[in-house]
T-cell receptor, first 116, second 119 residues
Framework: AQSVTQLGSHVSVSEGALVLLRCNYS??????LFWYVQYPNQGLQLLLKYTTGATLVKGINGFEAEFKKSETSFHLTKPSAHMSDAAEYFCAVSLTYGGATNKLIFGTGTLLAVQP | EAGVTQFPSHSVIEKGQTVTLRCDPI?????LYWYRRVMGKEIKFLLH????????ESGMPNNRFLAERTGGTYSTLKVQPAELEDSGVYFC?????????????????FGAGTRLSVL
């Protein structure tokens, strides 16, 4: 069975500091991996995704994540936090068969606070 | 292009009442998904439509939940009768049908959710 673990339900960083949100997954087959962000009173927005190919994936708003198969990890990073990055971040995994998108399995989410 | 829209944004009902949530997917998206997040827990899959057919309903909690997608366009999720534990945020997502090598289509786009409070 597939599962996703996000370490740290709350993370607080100072503005300008490195952001590191951790995600580990469990999957019996090569997974597709996603990071979504939810800003207050908005829906989930895709930050970035890994399907195949390059393991370092760049997303919107300066975020990137690296797929490490040996560590079953897909941590999200941003070199310099901005106040507008304050939101809840979700890591998710899906299985894709025959090209059709399958259901997403989410982690419990990490609430990122950015201090001035 | 309009995104995934959900209605209502918030619903407060009493235990035993009926509530119907609606989701309008992005035009042309054959895949429609329902998810739910109970407070403090992860977002969990409920079911998946391909056009009007239920592809996977393994996440539906019990038979008090009924999802429909008549005509393969918008979808409704009815809870009848509602219980206290049904409270949470219900998300809808849609995606295109992708073929191998067209991974850009393997993205689910989410609505803002419906916050359901059962008192």
């Amino acid at each position: 069975a597939q599962s996703v673990t996000q370490l740290g339900s709350h993370v607080s960083v100072s503005e300008g500091a490195l952001v590191l949100l951790r995600c580990n997954y469990s999957s019996s087959v090569p997974p597709y991996l996603f990071w979504y962000v939810q800003y207050p009173n908005q829906g989930l927005q895709l930050l970035l995704k890994y399907t195949t190919g390059a393991t370092l994936v760049k997303g919107i708003n300066g975020f990137e994540a690296e797929f490490k198969k040996s560590e079953t990890s897909f941590h999200l990073t941003k070199p310099s936090a901005h106040m507008s990055d304050a939101a809840e971040y979700f890591c998710a995994v899906s299985l894709t068969y025959g090209g059709a998108t399958n259901k997403l399995i989410f982690g419990t989410g990490t609430l990122l606070a950015v201090q001035p | 292009e309009a995104g995934v829209t959900q209605f209502p944004s918030h619903s407060v009902i009493e235990k035993g009442q009926t509530v119907t949530l609606r989701c309008d997917p992005i035009s042309g998206h054959d895949n429609l998904y329902w998810y739910r997040r109970v407070m403090g827990k992860e977002i969990k899959f409920l079911l998946h439509f391909v056009k009007e057919s239920k592809q996977d309903e393994s996440g539906m909690p019990n038979n008090r939940f009924l999802a429909e997608r008549t005509g393969g366009t918008y979808s409704t999720l009815k809870v009848q009768p509602a219980e206290l534990e049904d409270s949470g945020v219900y998300f809808c997502a849609s995606s295109q049908t992708a073929s191998w090598g067209d991974q850009a289509k393997n993205i689910q786009y989410f609505g803002a959710g419906t916050r359901l409070s059962v008192l």
